[in-house]
């Protein structure tokens, strides 16, 4: 009973990071209709940054605060360069200058500060939190990791139904000549859409990163993971992105506990699998016509 | 009539300084009229031997590897420095496979086909250097002093050119599983292994020691899933009371954190590839402040358990710890003087002494007779094993326990070989000190 | 007369390319034979990807199934080598068709992420069953130059041929398979769904096949490249070299067979000239080594940026006048809907 306890919540908190990475995956498609390769490769630039001001400063929260602040520059900055000029192209264009992307990023990060590990902190205590002598199994670091991504989940979910940003982002994805009629800044919209996803994606790289260490290629294993829970959840949503990423995390967290830890990948597949077999756009997307 | 004593040693002396100057001035300087330098073999001309290696650069496996090779280049610029072998130069090419077998493959073709390397040295890993293993021997090119634990490197038979240098991990497992069945007898072992051959050759060595009812758990993990929750758990679940792990020190790392998370603390005994006490500081150090929390990034090493088959870096009256912190200070102020960093240099210092023993015109077979003649012990613990009969390279290690970030030896150095039965041993004999020079005799 | 023609340009090649190893060094008649065996598997992904519309992260996968396929047999029978390769192709094939059924209701990103998983996932399987795969050493998958070529023949020169006649053979094959009714019907699917379907195609029928047909160039790619490099391991099967497969197709020209050489020439000789060219400036050491993968990086925007329509696209427009080209696959990223309501999908403007 105990092992299950810790199974479950160990679970959910591994979910919860794979959700963070899930959740700017969703933003960009949501708004922009691009699928971001490069998603976990500027997650893992961003959280360079706020690795150096906390290794001059001293302050984690200043750190923090600049891998968001430095997400939001570096993703409208990716947007206005690199993607724009794909824009109208074959989608698939945009895929691969997103992998150029990331493979630039994963190099420059190595050349301006080495491939070795860097340890990058929490915000809070690791140890285990225990109810009485009842070891839970989780941390106040992963109840910090949940809270700051459920809040971003419901941010997210609110920008898109209740503010004009919102609403223009999902115009210019779902139809961008008839929104540009309707007088919608196409290009800001799209610098906008990217520079959230900037910001939500260094979050997951502050969130993820105490437990896969700090080096260029931090992010390649986890982006798979969260890309995964986004389309399990369906990419047109934030609840699906948090609720697929928690799917994920505990299904592989028994999977490996009970049945053996090698095939843990394998597991997700087959969790992938079962899930587009039911629901071929994911658990929480809109209900699809019928088509003929 | 009779000497005073005092007169009688004075003779002595004048006699041994003459004896002394005689043999001096017979070996100082290079004899001259010997052979001039040719181009005796593919990758070597008069002035230099080029060597090339496969090597992680980049990629997921690249941290902590990546110092490897710069380490033994640092040692071979010291001897080019100093007069180099026989007065020829070392040029070590080392390609980035990103440890990916196929690079490895188009790496070494490109080594060996255009850039005519004279031989592959301390080629990194187990799955990239099978990929040419059999190319390197069939074109009869020196694979010498690869840098994996594999036992596959002992096969004189089929891989006549190919050497091992490291502790193998069969070997290693043994010798950790000897000293668990000494001082935690009757106590609750799990196992945490990487799921490879490294984590599965340690846990058969483990195996060959430890007997089957002390083990309550066994759990393995992929390299490629950081979340290691439900292992630690399941362990937790056993009631280990000692945790043996075969891991790199990234998992032993995220073993430590995460044990932490699960209020679970067992008797760590980490496998020498995942311990090095500086590295692990490193993963570990932001940790140390936590709000309340008393751990530092040393305090969470404290007391692991593990074996080592170089000298203690903490060991600073070793005259192989002064030489390599001469030689890290000097060519490598960028990089931290740890186990890669040692385990560079002293894999660079085997090749040099293979090479001083080939000759001064070495063919490629001359370098492979050096090495089955057997080499002398260098800067390992224990002897090597090389023979016509037996390319594995260093045949054990002493146990030790990490202390305020440094190995601390806990007993002797133990020796033992692959098999399940071989004994283990405890080498009686001293390690030999470095050359003053910093380089070997010929 | 499609075929005769087809073939009479694969036989020109192939002289071309006897001609050429002979003259290059065997360090070149490895990279020939590297290149060849890329050919085969961006040819397969190119045409599903171009041809059909479906994207695939995970090609790397069915390469892991012809590469394992491929070596078991080498090891555990003494067949003939066209029949090892074949059989890989069809063994792979099958891996496809499995797939492709699991897959056939799924679209843009969700295709894209069942195939993303496919390729992580499915070596790890070597690691499981390590007594059948070799587990993460592999296995060993060399050949011997015949006999009847003489003890000085090298070895690489004829890896080059093998590869090089598979590729033409696969090459013929794919350009045919474009040209019949089934290519036709490919496009259709790909350019509206729900048309192609009116019209009476089975498109489910159809996706699978194309799924197929690329997962058997993948497998044989992956049996040709395992004799090249004399191994099949896990580590040889990572989500980079799906990456770089579809890097390969969408670089050399989206659905063209000449573009899948152009794309895996890229592939293959891009990175080692980086590195030497990086190497040749003196810089060396730990962190330079980062320097030709960032270069790599902007060489890949660069080029997508300055051929949209790859590499061949770029080609005709200079050398050719405007043939029925591979349509760009508009669709190939977007969700379907029913096509009443998106009237302006078919209008693409470019967005200032």
Redesign the interface.
């Known amino acids: 009973m105990q092992e299950f306890i810790e199974f479950t919540l160990g679970g959910i908190a591994s979910g919860m990071i794979y959700a963070a990475i899930a959740l700017s995956l969703v933003l960009i498609w949501r708004g922009t209709r691009v699928l971001n390769y490069s998603q976990g490769g500027m997650a893992m630039f961003t959280t360079y940054v706020a690795w150096l001001v906390i290794r001059h400063t001293g302050s984690y929260w200043a750190g923090f605060a600049a891998a968001l602040a430095s997400g939001l520059v570096l993703g409208a900055l990716c947007e206005r360069s690199v993607v724009r000029p794909t824009e109208g192209r074959s989608p698939l264009n945009s895929v691969i200058v997103t992998i150029g992307l990331l493979i630039f990023l994963e190099g420059l990060a190595g050349v301006i500060y080495g491939g070795q590990y860097r340890s990058f902190p929490a915000a809070y205590s690791l140890n285990g939190l225990k109810i009485g002598k009842f070891a839970l199994g989780i941390s106040p670091n992963d109840l910090f990791t949940a809270g700051a991504v459920l809040a971003a989940a419901l941010a997210l979910a609110l920008v898109f139904r209740y503010t004009s940003a919102g609403l223009r982002l999902r115009a210019t994805a779902f139809s961008p000549v008839v929104a540009r009629l309707l007088g919608v800044r196409i290009g800001r919209v799209l610098t906008l859409g990217w520079a959230l996803a900037g910001l939500f994606g260094a979050l997951a790289g502050v969130l993820v990163t105490p437990s896969t260490f700090l080096y260029p290629n931090s992010m390649d294993s986890i982006f798979v993971l969260g890309f995964t829970a986004a389309v399990i959840g369906g990419l047109d949503s934030p609840g699906g992105a948090v609720a697929g990423g928690v799917l994920l995390g505990v299904v592989l967290s028994y999977a490996g506990g009970y049945l053996g830890n090698d095939l843990v990948l394998l597991y997700g597949l087959v969790v992938l699998a079962l899930v587009l077999m039911v629901r071929p756009s994911g658990l929480f997307s809109a209900p699809r016509t019928r088509r003929v | 009539m009779r000497r005073s004593p005092k007169t009688r040693l004075g003779a002595v002396a004048a006699v041994a300084a003459v004896a002394l100057a005689a043999a001096a001035c017979g070996s100082s300087g290079s004899p001259s009229g010997s052979k001039a330098l040719t181009a005796s073999a593919p990758g070597i001309t008069p002035s230099q031997i080029l060597i090339g290696s496969h090597q992680p ?4 496996a ?3 590897y ?2 490897i090779a ?1 380490a033994s280049n640092a040692y071979f610029q010291y001897v080019n420095a100093h007069g180099g072998i026989y007065g020829r130069k070392i040029v070590y090419k080392y ?2 496979d ?5 690079d490895t ?2 790496v070494v ?2 080594l060996v ?2 850039d005519n390397v004279y031989a592959i040295f301390n080629g990194l890993g ?3 250097h ?3 293993v ?2 390197l021997n069939s074109s009869k090119v020196p694979d010498v002093f690869v840098a994996s634990g ?1 036992e ?1 490197w002992n096969a004189p038979g089929t891989y006549p050119d190919t050497f091992g240098w490291q502790l193998d991990y069969i070997r290693e497992g043994k010798i950790l599983g000897s000293y668990i069945k000494q001082h935690f007898a009757g106590k609750k072992i799990g196992y945490f292994y990487q ?3 490294f984590g ?1 050759d340690g846990v058969k060595g483990l195996n060959y020691e430890l007997p089957k009812s002390q083990v309550v758990a066994s ?4 390299p ?4 290691v ?3 630690v ?2 362990l ?2 056993a009631g280990a009371q000692v945790v043996v792990s075969f891991s790199v ?2 998992f032993t ?2 073993l430590k ?1 995460t044990s ?5 603390s067992p008797q760590l005994v980490v496998s020498d590839v995942g311990s090095d006490p500086i ?1 692990l500081a ?6 140390a ?5 008393t751990v530092s ?1 040393n305090a969470l090493t404290q007391g692991i358990i593990t074996d080592g088959y170089l000298p203690s870096l903490g060991d600073t009256s070793n005259s192989w710890i002064q030489l390599f912190t001469k030689l890290h200070s000097k060519y490598l102020p960028k990089l931290p003087l740890d186990g890669n960093v040692a385990y560079g240099l002293a894999v660079g210092y085997t090749f040099v002494q293979a090479m001083l023993k080939a000759g001064r015109n070495p063919s490629r077979q001359d370098l492979i007779n050096a090495i089955n003649g057997g080499l002398p012990q260098g800067a390992a613990v224990a002897p090597y094993a090389y023979s016509s009969s037996d390319h594995n390279g260093i045949t054990g290690a002493y146990m030790a326990v990490v202390k305020n970030g440094v190995l601390v030896p806990t007993g002797p150095v133990q020796v033992t070989d692959d098999s399940p039965t071989g004994a283990i041993t405890t080498e009686t004999a001293a390690q030999p000190a470095a050359p003053a020079s910093g380089i070997p005799s010929p | 007369m499609t075929l005769l023609r087809h073939l009479a340009v694969a036989v020109g090649a192939g002289l071309i390319l006897l001609a050429l190893s002979v003259k290059v060094t065997p360090y070149r008649d490895y990279q020939i034979a590297e290149v060849a065996a890329y050919v085969v598997a961006v040819a397969g992904l190119t045409v599903l990807i171009g041809l059909s519309g479906q994207i695939s992260v995970g090609n790397g996968a069915f390469m892991a199934v012809g590469g394992y396929a491929g070596a078991l047999l080498l090891i555990h029978q003494s067949w003939p080598l066209a029949l090892v390769f074949a059989a890989s192709a069809v063994i792979a094939a099958a891996a496809g068709a499995i797939f492709g059924l699991a897959a056939a209701r799924l679209r843009g990103p969700y295709l894209a992420g069942a195939t993303l998983m496919l390729a992580v996932a499915l070596p790890s399987l070597a690691d499981q069953y390590t007594g059948v795969f070799g587990g993460d050493q592999g296995l060993s998958a060399s050949i011997t130059t015949p006999a009847f070529l003489g003890a000085t023949f090298p070895p690489t020169r004829w890896q080059a041929w093998l590869t090089c006649a598979a590729a033409l053979i696969t090459l013929v094959l794919l350009a045919n398979l474009r040209r019949s009714r089934v290519g036709r019907s490919w496009r259709a699917v790909r350019d509206d769904e729900v048309a192609a379907a009116l019209s009476g195609l089975n498109v489910a029928r159809l996706q699978i096949l194309a799924f197929v047909v690329s997962a058997a160039c993948a497998g044989l790619g992956g049996a040709l490249l395992a004799v090249v490099t004399g191994i099949v391991a896990p580590g040889a099967y990572t989500l980079t070299l799906s990456i770089g497969l579809l890097t390969a197709a969408v670089l050399g020209g989206l659905g063209s067979l000449p573009g899948a050489v152009w794309g895996s020439l890229v592939l293959v000789l891009v990175p080692t000239y980086l590195t030497n060219v990086t190497a040749s400036h003196g810089l060396s050491g730990a962190a330079s080594s980062s320097v030709p993968i960032a270069a790599y990086g902007v060489v890949l925007i660069v080029v997508m940026l300055v051929f949209p329509a790859g590499i061949q696209g770029a080609l005709r427009r200079i050398f050719g006048p405007a043939a029925p080209a591979a349509a760009v696959p508009l669709n190939a990223l977007r969700r379907r809907r029913p096509a009443s309501e998106h009237e302006e999908e078919g209008i693409h403007e470019k967005i200032t």
């Open positions: 650069l980049t990629g997921v690249a941290p902590g990546d110092e710069p390609l980035n990103q440890y990916d077998p196929t493959a188009s073709h490109q086909l255009q187990t799955p990239t099978l990929a040419v059999k190319y594999c596959c799921d490879d051959e599965m759990e393995s993990y992929n490629a899933v950081t979340n929750a439900p292992q758990t399941a937790k679940a020190p990234a790392a995220l954190l932490l998370k699960l209020s679970f590295t490193g993963l570990l150090q932001s940790f402040k936590q709000g309340g929390a990034g």
